[in-house]
């Protein structure tokens, strides 16, 4: 989940691209089947699908290659949301990463443990990913030596390239491990490729877009995760040269951080009148995040803010010069299921 990172220059967005992409895309073979209630006719696990692959094609039309890797949902990638179930083949193929916290720490409390049934779980879509052919990235939360060592050494028992946070805010780079696990010399121009990575998206501890690439330029990680605004301005092609190559001048990956599942009032497109008189498609708030709010992500307002013009999120971030996308609260449709509002 998100925390601040302060950038309020209001754009004005046109949904004339993203009605034609979802024409052109309403042809795809679609996955029915998904589990909790639908009302007024609508599926929330598929149209959270086919946002998702919505967007994934139309980037993909702007950078070739651009890589979409999803965090949590993990359901989805079945067509009933049971592991045994039907693989939902367009969604799995849309994609290039799953990603899941708290898999073994953090799920009720950082730097405790999770609980075996929920680990057993996740990790029966996660192997799933893999045996498709989508890599799996796992955050976890603690910062105990020992349970570092764990996460680290579970994960990559199971195949999965991980991150031990030592903060909920991903606001700092650990202090432990000294250096990223399995880290090493080589280039890294492809997902499968990366053998740890860096979710680093909230800026709070940073004073200058120079300190911040600064900072993590120096390191050896394999992979970026990160947020498109840095101290109040956007990264721009010179920072993402700077930070898309290790020490060694080997070549790594940059991904960017975007909610799709939330609207966030400190956003570029927010507008402060939705206080008072918000849009159809704006739900209530997060109680968990303050300034999160849940959407109505099947709605074309939504989708343009999202992608389908120039001033759209996912074209800011494509120009930017970012390798790809790390879209969080695809499990938003489980806020539907559960009326957790």
Known sequence: MMRRSAMNTVMVLSISAVTAAAVLLSFLPACGGAAGPEEEGIDRRQEMRQLVTDIAEYSRGLSPGFIIVLQN?????TEDGEPEGPLCQPYASSIDGQ????LYFGYDEDDVPTPPDETDWMVSFLDLAEQNGVEVLVTDYCWTTQHVDSSYAWNQSRGYTSFA????DLDRIPAYPPQPWNHDGDPVTALSEAGNFLY????????????????????????????LFCCGESLDR??????GVKPNGQ??????????????????YWDPEW???????LGPENPQWPGNYLVEYWDPEWAAILYGSDSSYVDMVVTAGFDGV????????????QATF
């Open 275 to 281: 206080e008072t008189d918000p849009p159809s498609w």
């Open 238 to 243: 010179d920072d993402l040269a700077l930070l």
């Open 251 to 268: 070549p790594r990956l940059v991904l960017c951080y975007v909610s799709i599942g939330e609207a966030e009032d400190y956003r570029w």
């Open 73 to 77: 949902g993990q359901e989805l990638l």
């Open 200 to 227: 680093l998206i909230d800026d709070g501890q940073y004073s200058s877009v120079s300190e911040f690439v600064g900072q993590l330029s120096a390191t050896d990680y394999d992979l970026f995760i990160l947020d």
């Open 165 to 168: 946070a030592d903060s909920r």
């Open 326 to 337: 790390y879209l969080d609260k695809i499990d938003s449709f489980e806020d539907y299921e």
């Open 99 to 102: 990603g899941r916290e708290d």
